[in-house]
């Protein structure tokens, strides 16, 4: 595939890959992005991930018609891109490594690269890289997603070559940006869990680009994209500020028996027949994860309701939580519902996690469900559908 007369797409789809660093499902798989710059001199950006050498290996040669590269940029050292560095090393060896002082600190932990300090180019932040006609610039943009990634901006064609930045889960035979709903749920899965923690510091980077005039922007995952920049720019932008994508809420639930899932459900249904239609409801033994933890992040409120379990909070919904602490989850709405047969403590545990989260406004009073709903339940359910 071309990206344009010099710039050619040289990654694989993986369509075979059960859990995406061994966590998330992909069901339309996962792509390994790797391009090739042909000019005076030649770039390889990037490798791909173990499990795609082969193919990337022969479109890597179909794209240098028998050139020899002078140089592979490393965006990111994560294996799911460099695996094949130092294959390449080998394969190339008057070919140079084009890097940051991290990416260089990094390297010699996964490989042994023969002639290593003759070998590297050591950027930093700004520098050039003259091509011929083409030339690389190199912005730093550390925890986006390791503290070594850089994007490199080539400026003839105005191509950003993003790193992880802007991808998305899917492969991308069949694809065109992510404009439409199931495609926008695939990116911001993608944002929020394997990037959301660092907000502050995609914030940062993207202030950083907002001097740059971009035509293209090619990442490391999923489709290139090619117009209304402005539309992903702007999507990432609300993502990594821990704004509210939408105003809606998220009813999340742990429940053993089924009676939590039924307070769950019955505020749901309170909640549209008081006129709230923007409403998710996840059960969280049986939904995947990172689907949860994702719309946790889009919507404005959130739902907590659990089973209390060895005196404290039901697994799937511990695990939940924790995995939004560890994500930076802020800025949003959340009230409690626990549930307990003699000794309802999931409450004030739920609670504990949510006081070290920044930012949320806790609706009171925690809703306590003793064994099943009863007509105070109801009540409380129905001023809790009125405060939200
Ligand atoms: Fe796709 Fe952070 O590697």
Redesign the pocket.
């Known amino acids: 595939m071309k990206i344009s007369e010099d710039i050619i797409y040289i990654g694989a789809n993986d369509k075979d890959i059960d859990l995406f660093?061994s966590q998330y499902k992909v069901p339309n798989g996962i792509s390994?992005n790797s391009y090739v710059i042909k000019d005076e001199k030649t770039v390889i950006m990037d490798t791909v991930d173990r499990r795609k050498t082969t193919e990337w290996l022969e479109s890597l040669e179909k794209a240098l018609e028998g050139k020899v590269p002078d140089y592979l940029v490393v965006s990111?050292l994560?294996?799911?891109?460099a695996y094949n560095i130092e294959l390449l090393v080998s394969k190339y060896p008057t070919m140079k490594i084009v890097g940051n002082n991290k990416t260089f600190a990094f390297m010699p932990q996964f490989f042994d690269i023969a002639d290593f300090e003759e070998r590297k180019i050591l950027v930093k932040e700004g520098d050039t890289l003259n091509l011929g006609k083409h030339c690389l610039q190199f912005f730093m943009a550390p925890m986006v997603?390791?503290p070594e990634?850089m994007v490199t901006y080539e400026k003839t064609e105005k191509v950003l070559f993003s790193?992880?930045a802007f991808?998305k889960f899917g492969c991308i035979d069949t694809e065109e940006g992510w404009k439409n709903e199931k495609d926008l749920d695939e990116a911001r899965r993608y944002y929020i869990n394997?990037?959301g923690k660092y907000g502050m510091q995609v914030q940062a980077a993207l202030k950083k680009l907002s001097t740059l005039d971009i035509n293209t922007i090619c990442p490391?995952?999923g489709p290139i994209l090619k117009e209304n920049l402005e539309y992903y720019i702007n999507k990432y932008n609300i993502w990594s500020s821990y704004i509210p994508e939408e105003d809606g809420i998220l009813i999340a639930y742990a429940s053993i028996h089924g009676n939590t899932a039924d307070a769950a459900n019955k505020l749901a249904d309170i909640l549209k027949k008081d006129g709230y239609n923007n409403i998710c409801v996840k059960d969280l033994s049986r939904c995947d994860f990172s689907e949860a933890i994702s719309e946790a992040f889009k919507y404005s409120k959130l739902i907590l309701a659990s089973s209390t379990y060895n005196m404290g909070i039901f697994p799937p919904m511990a695990n939940f939580l924790n995995r939004l602490k560890g994500l930076n989850y802020q800025n949003r709405k959340v009230a409690i519902i626990e549930n307990g047969t003699w000794a309802p403590n999931s409450g004030k545990c739920m609670n504990e996690i949510l006081s070290e989260m920044k930012d949320i406004d806790l609706i009171q009073p925690i809703i306590t469900i003793k064994s099943k709903l009863n007509e105070n339940n109801l009540k409380e359910l129905e001023n809790l559908s009125k405060e939200l």
Do not use: F, Q, R, S
Not at 78 to 81: A, F, L, M, N, S
């Open positions: 660093e390994y990111h994560e294996p799911d891109h997603h390791w990634v790193a992880d991808g394997i990037v490391l995952h």
